[in-house]
């Protein structure tokens, strides 16, 4: 593969280079088929998820609805990212457009602030629901949990629209090269002609408030879940309690552990490498292992995929 280290200027960028995973070709195509399989079965597994609360009426509550709206947002965050990887696998020049590399940073921070106030609302429908059970069916109506849903997708969308825009408007010169497997703000920066601290400022703002906002809200209603389950007389209340929110509790951590070290600590520390390991646990192992955390611990969602597969 060649590259061209030849300065640009944004009058003459037509596009960027992600070097993703440098190493020979064979590799390469090793790399292509694993992660080809690993995005077959993020679809498979969070398809399921999907189909078994669409078929299954026990499973219209809205814990469900909200677990299939979250599985159905783990396909596009996957499918922002993974494509594109396994295109660049097959490419000699690794070349991704102007537009296509905005594009993918759009959709693809975008979709994890989605993620990040969709596990926010499902803390508060656990909340509401072993918090306030005999009012929980009152609270959480089916146009509340509508509502949640909707303002998650549109707030996630409009989060960091504005600060994409004005990076995207802005001179670009060097080599173009990016080292990472998508178009990512800090290498995006990296290559502008001129910084412009007011813009890195904004964006690092706005990447805290999404991480620490609706974290905190997480944590603060499992707080408040923890203390009710400890009241519970039965153990059997404790155990089935513990089991529903264990799963969701893992993913949380599994998720914001990986993210904050990301874009929490400081980048600096992080070589190019540790940012594509990070990225990649956060951004194609997690949708993997979220339908399999979810149905191992529920025993609904088990019953319900047994039915699906008519096993």
Known sequence: MKISNTPNTSSTITGFILLGFPCPREGQILLFMLFSALYLLTLMGNGSIICAVCWDQRLHTPMYILLANFSFLEIWYVTSTVPNMLANFLSDNKFISFSGCFLQFY???????????????????????????????????????????????????????????IISQMSFCGSRIIDHFLCDPGPLLALTCTRVPVIELTSSTLSSLLLFIPFLFTMVSYALVLQAVLKFPSSAGRRKAFSTCGSHLTVVSLFYGSVMVMYVSPTSEHDAGMQKIVTLFYSVVTPLINPVIYSLRN????????????T
């Open 107 to 165: 959709f693809f921070f975008s979709l994890g602030s989605t993620e990040c106030f969709f596990l926010a609302i499902m803390a508060f429908d656990r909340y509401l629901a072993i918090c306030w059970p005999l009012h929980y069916p009152t609270l959480m109506t089916g146009r509340l949990c509508a509502n949640l849903v909707i303002s998650c997708w549109v707030l996630g969308f409009l989060w960091f629209l504005i600060p994409i825009i």
């Open 299 to 310: 025993k609904d969602m088990k019953h319900a995929m047994k039915k699906l597969l008519g």
